[in-house]
């Protein structure tokens, strides 16, 4: 029975990032669920009324988003105990006027890198595009968002025949390389069982066939979308791949999927604040976009989203600006955001000893550096926590001879400064767009999330 509820955990974080292919999706479903658990939206451009066991949520560009959870007794009140994760993963991001062809037959989309990419990995892929778009309506500009769900694009790999030293290793050039193929703008839906003679056709013209409209990109997303084209002033969209995710392994252990980092633990920290019962802190879930390329956006960690909204909590309760600093200074950050595994073909790219396993429990991340924030005692505190609910904990430290990558937690810090500790569970093939990842561990955070919370 338990086996049944890791699967079942996985299964439905599985779902969640299928619905999910870009961080706008991924916010937008994140509301959903929060409005179905009984929260209320808030505005930011608008004044908010906050009430003692409030359940309140707020975003910020559509790609980021705060939930946060009021007790209802203020008395004993110890702090923002707070969960960070993010809602961005690396991926193709289509250009302004991205059509491009080749001899009026080939159509390609003109695309640049969004973060660190594992960029052979896109390749003899079904893709298609995803995002929002910025349409006009009435005197004002909306958002709307968008998935063109059908198998759309290609980026076609160079036949081994053209590149005999391909096995020897490739370095791609995202412009050359790595544009996707959309569509063969020269092909006609005669019947394919006519043999069609050039020749008789130049001759006769009503028998040629009618020359077919080039599709576009904005004209694809806007039937989609049900807008008409003429209303999208702007666009953000993205390539996604079009594989599922799904549980493999003798035992169905494994999870293979798309966007594992971090929309696994956007999920798991989700399901742990709607779990979470007997709140004696303010609960605040965070899902922040753009840490693939820094965090230095208005929605990022390192903007005041954050700030902004903790120091308007404090405000509706009615609280002094010292008494926020005093809250802060008894608060908790859990910087979550996925770890690397030892790979199992590949042990020597991991430290000697700090090495965690897929399946065996969230990973505590250290950094002499401060790529990650965790220290003595931000990992004694989790430590205890993860015990609390018998949930395992791996640790994780870069081999000291190779570069690692950074998170959100120590970004965040440099607005909003408390003692934070950096998580995340473990996987392998970080940035591919089919990453793996334990069927336990998620199971694992949201149980650890929830006690937290």
């Known amino acids: 029975n338990r086996m049944n509820d890791f699967r079942k955990t996985a299964q439905e974080m599985l779902e969640f990032i299928r619905i999910s292919p870009t961080c706008f999706h991924a916010v937008a479903n994140i509301g959903r669920m929060l409005e179905a658990a009984g929260f209320q939206q808030l505005q930011e451009k608008e004044e908010w009324k906050l009430e003692k066991g409030g359940r309140y949520y707020t975003e910020r560009n559509d790609s980021s988003v705060i939930a946060f959870v009021i007790p209802e007794k203020e008395v004993g009140i110890r702090g923002f105990h707070m969960a960070a994760a993010h809602s961005d993963s690396p991926c193709f991001k289509i250009k302004e006027k991205p059509e491009l062809t080749v001899e009026e037959h080939y159509l390609r989309l003109n695309t640049e890198k969004y973060g660190g990419m594992i960029l052979s990995t896109w390749l003899d892929r079904p893709l298609s595009v995803a995002g929002r778009l910025a349409v006009k309506n009435g005197n004002g500009i909306e958002g709307r968002l968008v998935n063109i769900d059908r198998d759309l694009c290609v980026i076609p790999n160079v036949a081994i025949h053209m590149n005999r030293e391909m096995n020897k290793g490739v370095e791609y050039n995202p412009q050359v390389d790595l544009l996707p193929l959309l569509a063969d703008v020269s092909f006609d839906e005669y019947d394919a069982h006519t043999t069609y003679d050039a020749q008789t056709a130049s001759e006769n013209a009503e028998e040629q066939p009618e020359a077919v409209e080039k599709p576009t990109l904005v004209a694809l997303a806007a039937e989609t979308a049900g807008v008409d084209a003429e209303t999208i002033l702007g666009e953000d969209l993205f390539l996604y791949t079009r594989q599922e995710g799904k549980m493999i392994g003798a035992k169905g252990e494994f999870v293979l999927s798309p966007r594992l980092d971090d929309?696994?633990?956007?999920?798991?920290?989700?399901?742990?604040?709607?779990?979470?019962?007997?709140?004696?802190?303010?609960?605040?879930?965070?899902v922040m976009d753009n840490e693939e390329v820094g965090s230095g956006t208005k929605q990022g960690a390192a903007s005041t989203f954050l700030k902004d909204t903790l120091l308007r909590?404090?405000?509706?309760?009615?609280?002094?600006?010292?008494?926020?600093?005093?809250?802060?200074?008894?608060?908790?950050?859990?910087?979550?955001?996925?770890?690397?595994?030892?790979?199992?073909?590949?042990?020597?790219?991991?430290?000697?000893?700090?090495?965690?396993?897929?399946?065996?429990?969230?990973?505590?991340?250290?950094?002499?550096?401060?790529?990650?924030?965790?220290?003595g005692f931000s990992s004694a505190v989790f430590r205890d926590l993860c015990r609390t609910v018998n949930v395992p904990v791996q640790t994780f430290v870069n081999r000291s001879d190779m570069a690692g990558g950074s998170t959100l937690g120590n970004i965040s810090n440099t607005q909003v400064a408390v003692d934070t500790v950096d998580i995340g569970l473990p996987q392998l093939a970080m940035h591919s767009p089919y990453e793996t990842a334990g069927v336990y561990d998620t199971d694992y955070f949201i149980k650890d999330a929830a006690e937290f919370f």
């Open 263 to 286: 929309l696994q633990c956007a999920f798991a920290s989700m399901e742990g604040l709607l779990r979470a019962q007997n709140h004696g802190s303010i609960a605040v879930h965070c």
């Open 313 to 375: 909590i404090n405000m509706g309760l009615g609280r002094t600006y010292e008494e926020y600093l005093m809250t802060l200074a008894d608060s908790f950050m859990i910087s979550a955001d996925n770890a690397h595994a030892i790979h199992p073909n590949h042990q020597d790219c991991s430290d000697p000893v700090n090495h965690p396993y897929l399946n065996g429990g969230i990973v505590i991340k250290f950094n002499a550096n401060q790529k990650y924030c965790t220290d």
